[in-house]
DNA sequence: AATGCTATTATGTCTAGACAAAATAAGTCA
DNA sequence: TGACTTATTTTGTCTAGACATAATAGCATT
């Protein structure tokens, strides 16, 4: 507890981590009810509420009406990773950021591109491929494609001086999306442009995004082997 | 709004997000402050407030005392990845679950991995290595260091059976992990066991926890180039 | 033994009011 | 002009009480 004045949820989250830590509470354990806590540390049952919802939102505990609060028996359940904009990831690296469009035309998308969209018929889209770079290093090569049934003004933009990603991040919104992690060997226009050796390792990250049901983008972001993707919790 | 009844948070963050989704709230601008909300919605300020924060949890909107709450500029979204269990991984996608332990021995730290993990002073750990499989092929290596100052019971275990990955998630609880997911090129041993040519692409996920600022575990989980972490929001 | 109803209980959520804390804006003084 | 102080606004959080909802356990019935 934060000695003085009031109980914060914060000070009932962090003694029960601690107690979960020690072993006070054992994994799989049931802890006391919302009323028992909220006698114990002196304050209101919806101050407790609040602080076991945000641990097990956060997976260390695990509630259900009329069963109880219990320790999670396998804790973190999920990691949170935050995407920023290329261009931020770079200069929160301390990096020069550095651009350069590579192409863009408009295509008829390809039937495996279709089925992977969920695209009923053919579509009208734009491909812009384009290279991030760190301090004049390769860093990310971007290779996209823009719906523009969906995002009709990407028509219109030359993507020469703003990249693909920070237009559309503030021009696109979107409802759901799908990210992809993998490994992959670098391709041959890819290897060069990254600067690897031909078949050599990548780490590719892919993005789907919707709105309402309707693509709007997809992208594949390539980064050659030294990209780590870190998250804390 | 759900029809019938009271207002509920969830009644007004989907609607919120309607708005910003058809753009009557433009991405950068400035939202009626709680109060003109809660007055709006015909709900109190403590309802409009956590519809609020969820949302900027989420990253669609920011928020700050006195300035008020906007839209995301670029909506560092965040991607949840579940980290399941490899038993569990593999049995979700229909495959048999096979396990082999491949060597397990007490020894010290060498230097980059103690300044990895934080320590201060050598110490006491234990090297476990093993493969987990699907339908008998090579899913993942698993290749882990157990401080055994922090968890001594792992001394005694052998993991001849029960992998290592599931007896510490129940043997070891953290109260902070780090996560970094990246590409490499197998090595040698790495590369027979996978089944993946020498120097071939691998995906790596490294994972270290600590309790109370004591290092725990570090492990790095080497897949096949066909693996992908896959995540939606 | 299996099924279905019912009471009970723990969490989920909302209200209305209050004060705290942060950050901006405005005003004051050198 | 520039630095400091004060007022004001907006979000952050807590309280106490109430009702809603889900899930369990026990009882009664078939």
Known sequence: MSGLGRISHRDISSEIVRRIAERLWEPGALIPGEQALAAEFGCSRATVNRALQDLARSGILERRRKAGTRVSLNPVREARFVIPLV?????????AYGYRLLGCEPVTPD???????????????????C??????APYQYEDRWINLDAVPEAGGVSFSAVSP?????????FSRA????????????EAALLGVPEGGAV????RLTWLADKPVTFV?????????????L
Do not use: C, Y
């Not at 290279?131 to 004049?136: F, I, N, P, R, S």
């Not at 780490?203 to 892919?206: D, H, L, P, Q």
């Open 87 to 95: 261009r931020q990831e770079i200069e929160a690296k301390g990096a």
């Open 111 to 129: 039937e495996e591109l279709r089925a992977r969209l969920g695209f009923g018929k053919p579509a009208r889209m734009l491909h812009v491929r």
């Open 131 to 136: 290279l991030h770079l760190a301090d004049g």
């Open 165 to 173: 990603n920070e237009w559309l991040v503030t021009n696109a919104p």
């Open 178 to 189: 799908e990210f992809i992690f993998r490994a992959a060997h670098a391709g041959g226009e």
């Open 203 to 206: 780490f590719v990250a892919e």
């Open 220 to 232: 594949r972001m390539v980064h050659p082997p030294s990209h780590r993707v870190v998250t804390e």
